[in-house]
């Protein structure tokens, strides 16, 4: 099993989501977060002010699957959050050693 986490655009989320679901992918989970990288933030102007903006708003998306969904996942995320510019993200994948699903105690993949 693969635990993969993608930080994306916030406004792409709705297409991540949507490609996820196509591909069979039933549960993720969402957190808003902020980041910093090669973007390097922004500058804004508020009311007559200009300040520094460093760390943007991103979103993190977290999903397990299974060994054989890897590939199709990071795919379809990677299609889904891609506007060709700077700041579309990040894909970590990480080896995830157990699943438990706490309701019916399932473990594994079949927690998942």
Excluded at 79 to 88: E, L, M, N, S, V
Aim: charged residues 30%; aromatic residues 8%; negative net charge.
């Amino acid at each position: 099993m693969k635990f993969i986490t993608a930080i994306i655009k916030p406004f792409k989320m709705d297409d991540v989501r949507e490609a996820l679901f196509e591909i069979g992918i039933q549960g993720l989970t969402v957190v808003e977060v902020k980041g910093v990288g090669r973007q390097k933030g922004h500058t804004e102007l508020y009311r007559g002010a200009e300040y520094v903006v460093d760390f943007l708003p991103k979103l993190k998306v977290e999903i397990a699957v299974e060994d054989g969904q890897l590939d199709t996942v990071i795919e379809a995320i990677s299609k889904a959050a891609y506007t060709g510019k700077i700041g579309d993200g990040k894909i970590f994948v990480f080896d995830m050693a157990q699943a438990i699903r706490i309701r019916t105690g399932e473990t594994n993949c079949d927690a998942i």
